[in-house]
């Protein structure tokens, strides 16, 4: 839910080198974007932005800090899932969405989100979302869901907000947008909490 | 269901005329991708590709069907949702989904869906998908759900139903994109029927 990711949150901003900093956001952000998420690494961005490896480690952590920095991806889910999940899974799904919501409510959370969701979808592989965001959502709730297929579960949900985000964000969709955000959280919330906790047996 | 729009089915296609027929589809697709659904008219449809707009209400109907045909959507509102209802309300949900699965899961109906969808959420203005499917959608639900907000009603449903066809034939997320329909049907359905006709009190 903050602005930076944890490895930036960590060693702060270095003063005395915005522009190497700057640099290799901007060459990250063009390689995530031209090459998708799983072919770009950190050794091809370092030697394209004229820097050692080791100083992109330095700055931005692994690839996955690396990857929400570029994106400007104000959610964390390493951060958010677990802080969602503290007081248990009860309440969970309505939690999860607060804390979305929170972030995509504020317009300036939100201009850059729009962008990259659009972005992602455009993009042929989808792989930014897919293989950049959603896989850490994936594993941050294998380890947090007690049950069996925290995987499908996670898709679950992930249909669930990936579409409401759309619905309330970019489409715009009357009334939906201009709901107050409790509203909209009560409506949603059990979809999300039956999605994290409901068993799957069917699935054999 | 059906590939065709419903004037289409009911006149046929007219083999004297492919060309015609052929060029004033390609005038409108460019058109709606170009202009959005808002600022496409019949008219000026007719006029780009050299006819009489009265051509135009021949070979296709109306806005609304030309707009269905240009972008081969294959699933027409008007015509699913009274199908779906038709037996009541109890269990559309999951006839809901049945119906639209049934389309996405074909290999030659998913190909030019993947493609609009991509497309309409890429449009600045999604115009395309607000303006000229949704609406359709909202409409339809308004006539045949009976209690009060059939609108927020269709687009909680929107929500849901948009992020499960992004996950599973967009982002192809596994392993939601190789369950059975019949699986989807189950996990998804009771969430679709809850949005259909759950109480919405809270919206005061």
Known sequence: ?????????????????????????????????????????????AAEAGVDAALVHHYFGTKDDLFLAALEVPVDPRAVLPAVFAPGV???????????????????????????????????????LRDGFLRLVERGLGELLPGPDPRLRAQLVATQMLGLLLARYVLAL?????????????????????YLEAPLDQLG
């Open 174 to 194: 009357e009334p939906l947008a201009s709901l107050p955000r409790s509203a909209v959280v009560e409506l949603v919330g059990p979809t999300v909490q039956r």
């Open 1 to 45: 839910m903050s602005a930076g990711t944890g490895a930036e949150r960590q060693r702060g901003r270095r003063p005395g080198a915005p522009d190497t900093r700057g640099r290799i956001l901007e060459v990250a952000r063009q390689s995530f974007a031209d090459r998708g998420f799983r072919s770009t690494t950190m050794r091809g961005v």
């Open 90 to 128: 009860e309440g969970a799904g309505a939690r999860l969405l607060e804390a979305v919501l929170g972030v995509w409510d504020q317009p300036e959370g939100r201009r850059p989100l729009v962008s990259v969701l659009r972005a992602s979808l455009g993009d042929a592989e989808s792989t930014l």
